[in-house]
């Protein structure tokens, strides 16, 4: 993080990436002296309502952040800026967007947890749309010109008032990450078995494990009436993510079970002192460690590997069976995932294999007649994760490697009902072994 200081000074002249968060009200005129190199403009956290009209003039921008300022129209001066492939604005108090507002070559979109009730039609204009987050609105719908923008694959819509799902979703060849819970459309949960309450005065939190977009993962010792226990915490970051609802993610973790392959929940936090919502997990061994590292501004919707990582086909092999297996486990509860990543994946030295996060995770009407086509979503996501873990590694094509070749082309398949599900890819894996 810069300081204004820096900036009025001319200490950043020739900087890329500019970063302010110091209770802005008004856009600082010194930026435009940046306008030659600025590729990164991060003003979150700030009080700024609007744009200066020549904005445009940082004609090398390529990535614009405005989270946590008090915008309440989008401002259309970003439409002038044709470099421009990533805009944020999270957390503001947007509520309208005009037609044309949008950059032809925006790439990731994030408006997560405004006021926006509607989307202009002119976003099916941003073919090359990747990524879009609009989870925390009051939208009514999508607009059915956003059914060209053919390249979207991940999308997020949960905690909105969409009444009829957009069943052209179904009709995006790269949608691979979907979220749509806390929607009218989506189903009503009525669970059997409840979790068990677990007071926040039992447990002793120790040092943090772990961030995701919905909470913070710590680890604690659980103090009962019986017995000490070392276990896991995860609190909810507030009332809406950029995922959904906190209390979705809580319904499909009960929902789902236990599985081997899947991170075990125990129970249900009250009495926190802030009154946040939260889980107690199972302890996962310190041995486990992430597969991989959440995409990055470049890759956009594929996940990070550190340089040099190499894991044989036989580690890929038995990682793919184990979270097929889990996927087939999910879906036979209507559980769709919607970020089925190596990042929400867990291995040891021997490949076994612990998956979770569901954090994006919707619950559907197995008996709807669309009801695989929910799967086959998450079976592209599949074929996603299979494709980055074949990319690190580097033996010579074998059989097996092969074999898992075509599985991967199967699940990417650009035509939904083409590919298989996950009874099918269960089968064709256990047949391998």
Not at 101 to 128: H, R, V, Y
Not at 196 to 210: A, C, F, Q, R
Not at 259 to 268: A, E, Q, R, S, Y
Not at 290 to 319: E, K, Y
Request: overall charge negative; charged content about 20%; glycine content about 6%.
């Amino acid at each position: 993080m810069q300081t204004l200081t820096q900036l009025l000074s001319g200490e950043l002249k020739g900087t890329k990436t500019l970063k302010l968060s110091c209770e802005l009200k008004e856009f600082p005129n010194e930026i435009f002296d940046l306008s030659e190199t600025l590729e990164l403009l991060d003003l979150s956290g700030n009080q700024l309502s609007h744009l200066p009209e020549n904005f445009s003039d940082l004609k090398n921008l390529k990535i614009a952040f405005f989270s946590d300022n008090v915008f309440k129209t989008f401002p259309e001066v970003l439409a002038k800026c044709s470099n421009l492939t990533m805009i944020g604005f999270k957390s503001n108090k947007i509520d309208f967007i005009s037609e044309n507002a949008f950059p032809i070559n925006l790439q990731w979109l994030i408006l997560t947890n405004n006021c926006i009730k509607k989307l202009p039609k002119s976003i099916g204009n941003c073919i090359k749309l990747q990524k879009v987050a609009l989870a925390g609105n009051n939208l009514n719908g999508l607009p059915n010109e956003m059914s060209q923008c053919k390249n979207i694959e991940l999308l997020r819509i949960s905690a909105n008032q969409i009444s009829e799902f957009p069943e052209w979703l179904f009709e995006l060849p790269r949608l691979s990450w979907l979220a749509f819970s806390g929607n009218p459309c989506t189903k009503i949960i009525n669970l059997k078995n409840e979790l068990p309450i677990i007071s926040w005065n039992e447990l002793n939190v120790k040092e943090t494990l772990g961030e995701g977009a919905s909470g913070i993962i710590s680890k604690a010792e659980w103090t009962n009436e019986s017995a000490k226990k070392e276990i896991a915490v995860k609190v909810f970051k507030g009332e809406v993510t950029s995922d959904g609802f906190p209390k979705d993610e809580m319904n499909a973790c009960i929902l789902a079970g236990k599985h081997k392959n899947l991170v075990t929940v125990i129970g249900k936090i009250e009495n926190h002192p802030e009154q946040k919502m939260g889980l107690v997990l199972e302890l996962i061994l310190s041995n486990f460690k992430n597969l991989a590292g959440p995409p990055s501004f470049d890759t956009c919707t594929r996940d990070t590997f550190p340089l040099g990582v190499n894991f044989s086909i036989s580690t890929i092999f038995n990682i793919t069976k184990a979270i097929a297996n889990a996927m087939r486990h999910l879906h036979s509860k209507g559980i769709m995932h919607g970020d089925l990543y190596a990042h929400n994946t867990l291995i040891d030295e021997h490949a076994n294999t612990i998956f979770g996060d569901f954090g994006a995770a919707t619950v559907y009407e197995i008996t709807n007649k669309t009801s695989t086509y929910f799967e086959r979503i998450d079976v592209r996501a599949f074929g996603c994760f299979i494709d980055d873990l074949l990319n690190q590694n580097f033996e010579q094509e074998n059989s097996l490697k092969q074999s898992l070749i075509q599985l991967k082309n199967d699940c990417m398949q650009n035509s939904i009902l083409k590919r298989p599900i996950f009874e099918e890819i269960n089968q064709r894996l256990n047949s391998i072994s």
